[in-house]
T-cell receptor, first 114, second 114 residues
């Protein structure tokens, strides 16, 4: 089945630094989703991307849909302590009976030191 | 308020007992999903349902059962056959329409087997 490889697995940064993470797939995706999960909570959708090359921002977050449609990137600028959590990428699984299912990356654990 | 609710937030169970986790949504979403999350790991799909009275096994369905008698509700039963049930369980829902594939998550239930 489809797999999403997300990197890095974890990041330890100082408050104020910028963060970059990415997600790659062996197959083409027509949608890329980025979620954030706070400790002990459910994931929350941050950004959704629907077109190759699309660049979308949400406050200090910027995500891009790779031109090859096999990758996506998430950047966080000027990190703050509340950015701590796990960031997941996701994309729709193959069609047919899998319609609606999402494939998730393994997650990037972000730790921000004050 | 529209959203997804899961109850209880914390659940303790003795070995050999079945336990049912609740998931309700008032978003009028078509599909609902159950995921399992273990510490430091991503999301693994247990079961999903795209219409009432129908559901499909995910990647780790053994030891679990579900029902979808109403569009709003998708309870998960963790049976005594599940060998290692201690985990964080997440429910999600999704509108199946066009190209939009976002899944929205509930707050999760942490199950501990004593």
């Amino acid at each position: 089945g489809q797999q999403l490889n997300q990197s890095p697995q974890s990041m330890f940064i100082q408050e104020g630094e910028d963060v970059s993470m990415n997600c790659t797939s062996s197959s083409i995706f027509n949608t890329w989703l980025w979620y954030k999960q706070d400790p002990g909570e459910g994931p929350v959708l941050l950004i959704a991307l629907y077109k190759a090359g699309e660049l979308t921002s949400n406050g200090r977050l910027t995500a891009q849909f790779g031109i090859t449609r096999k990758d996506s990137f998430l950047n966080i600028s000027a990190s703050i302590p509340s950015d701590v959590g796990i960031y997941f990428c996701a994309g729709p699984s193959a069609g047919g009976t899998s319609y609606g299912k999402l494939t998730f990356g393994q997650g990037t654990i972000l730790t921000v030191h004050p | 308020d529209g959203g997804i609710t899961q109850s209880p937030k914390y659940l303790f169970r003795k070995e050999g007992q079945n336990v049912t986790l609740s998931c309700e949504q008032n978003l009028n979403h078509d599909a609902m999903y159950w995921y399992r999350q273990d510490p430091g790991q991503g999301l693994r799909l247990i079961y999903y349902s795209q219409i009432v009275n129908d559901f499909q096994k995910g990647d780790i369905a053994e030891g679990y059962s579900v029902s979808r008698e109403k569009k709003e509700s998708f309870p998960l039963t963790v049976t005594s056959a599940q060998k290692n049930p201690t985990a964080f369980y997440l429910c999600a829902s999704q509108k199946l329409a066009g190209l939009y594939n976002e899944q929205f998550f509930g707050p999760g239930t942490r199950l501990t087997v004593l």
